[in-house]
C-alpha cells in the first residue's frame, strides 16, 4: 500500500473567498470547482508528506499548514502589498529554511518557507 497524495481541507463559508487569496497570494490555479468544494494547485510534483509537531520551531505556534515556494520573498512582499496579517516575519531559521507565517481570511495560519541553498 502507498500514499498516493494527501490534500488539506480548509473549512471555509466562501470557497470564492478563499480561492481569491490562495490565488492571487501563491499563484495556484484552480483545478476542480464544484460550486461547495475547490481543488487549488499548481503543476509541480511531490511527494506525500504529514508534518507532526510540538511547537512550529523557533518558538512558534504549529502552524495550519506550511506552503514551500521557490521564492519565498516574493510571496511575502505579496502578502505585505496585500496588508495581510503577518504573524512571524520573514527569517532564516538554522535549520535551512526562510520563513514567515501568514493568516488567511478564516484564520488558518501559514508556514510559507523556501529551503535554503549552500549558496544561499
Not at 512558534?60 to 504573524?87: G, K, W
Not at 531559521?93 to 481570511?105: A, L, S
Amino acid at each position: 500500500m502507498t500514499v498516493l497524495r494527501i490534500v488539506a481541507n480548509i473549512a471555509v463559508p466562501d470557497p470564492e473567498l478563499a480561492r481569491e487569496f490562495y490565488q492571487k497570494l501563491l499563484g495556484l490555479d484552480l483545478v476542480m470547482d464544484h460550486g461547495w468544494i475547490m481543488t487549488l494547485g499548481s503543476g509541480a510534483s511531490t511527494v506525500p508528506q504529514l508534518n507532526v509537531a510540538e511547537e512550529g520551531g523557533s518558538g512558534t505556534p504549529v502552524p495550519d499548514l506550511s506552503i514551500e515556494v521557490d521564492n519565498v520573498d516574493l510571496i511575502y512582499r505579496r502578502a505585505r502589498s496585500a496588508q495581510l496579517e503577518i504573524l512571524y516575519g520573514i527569517i532564516d531559521e538554522p535549520w535551512g529554511v526562510r520563513r514567515f507565517f501568514v493568516r488567511d481570511p478564516y484564520g488558518v495560519v501559514l508556514n510559507i518557507l523556501t529551503h535554503r541553498t549552500s549558496e544561499g
